[in-house]
């Protein structure tokens, strides 16, 4: 099986800050810097959408071992912009953003098994003064790791959102899904549930690769897009701690590019 584009997802409810008290100039790169793995692409695929209510919905494409902080900006329509923090939580592999995390996080606990992936973040109370933005920009807060100038810092430029901030509707949640060893390999094969509009489905699961020095165990990520009407798949999750289950979460996507994320979906475990 292709070990394709996983989805890791955030769930912003941090606060905003004007940016005007941010500097500008280190952000004016358009050209992503990172020099210890030249060919790993830049963040692109961006998409932003109205979810109502002023909530909104991002989503772009990264590739896989930077670590950066960033964030999003929301800009108005009077050419304001607000900073938007991602919500992180490292304990909840559904949520947490792996490959943007904050510096210091293990590599084996923190980091995908697969490369480049999508990442899906909610943010509540963007609208300023009753508004919605009109644009959204994706930022770095700081330089590439080691890989680029300790100045530097990458900015996508202006994200428009989808169909002029027309509110779109969030499409439901898988009802249910699986997971079950298949093999003394460590296959796991997973099934879930149908939703009438989804386009695709992204499976993540979670599985040990070892232990700590006193035992605890390391976790690691695997997933697949799989495009409906399919629904199920095989994922390895190798040999090691046969003492620890397995974890899964599943999302569904929509044509458009609109997920299914919620902070709240289920996750599922099996043992071996």
Not at 124 to 135: E, I, L
Request: hydrophobic content about 35%; charged content about 15%; aromatic content about 12%.
């Amino acid at each position: 099986m292709k070990l394709a584009t996983i989805i890791t997802l955030a769930l912003s409810l941090a606060t905003s800050t004007v940016s005007s008290s941010l500097p500008i100039k280190p952000r004016q790169s358009t050209t992503w810097q990172y020099t210890c793995q030249p060919n790993y692409a830049a963040p692109t695929n961006f998409k932003a959408f109205s979810l109502g209510g002023c909530a909104a919905q991002l989503a772009f494409t990264k590739d896989r071992y930077v670590g950066v902080q960033w964030n999003f900006d929301a800009v108005y329509a009077d050419g304001s912009r607000v900073k938007h923090d991602p919500y992180r939580d490292f304990n909840t592999f559904g949520v947490s953003d792996y490959f943007y995390p904050f510096l210091g996080n293990n590599f084996n606990t923190r980091f995908p098994g697969s490369s480049a992936f999508t990442a899906v973040h909610e943010f509540t109370n963007v609208c300023k003064n009753g508004a919605a933005p009109v644009s959204q920009i994706f930022h770095t807060s700081s330089a590439n790791s080691a890989c680029s100038a300790a100045s530097y810092r990458y900015t996508s430029g202006r994200i428009p959102v989808f169909n002029n901030g027309a509110v779109v509707t969030r499409l439901a949640k898988p009802a249910s899904y699986s997971l079950r060893r298949l093999n003394d390999a460590g296959d796991f094969q997973v099934n879930w549930s149908a939703v009438s509009t989804a386009a695709a489905y992204s499976i993540i699961v979670q599985y040990p690769t070892g232990s700590d020095e006193v035992g605890n165990p390391y976790t690691n990520q695997r997933g697949a897009r799989i495009q409906a009407p399919n629904l199920i798949t095989t994922i390895p999750t190798g040999t090691r701690r046969q003492d620890q289950p397995r974890s899964l979460i599943v999302h569904a996507v929509v044509s458009r590019g609109v997920w299914s994320f919620t902070n709240d979906a289920r996750i599922v475990r099996a043992n071996w």
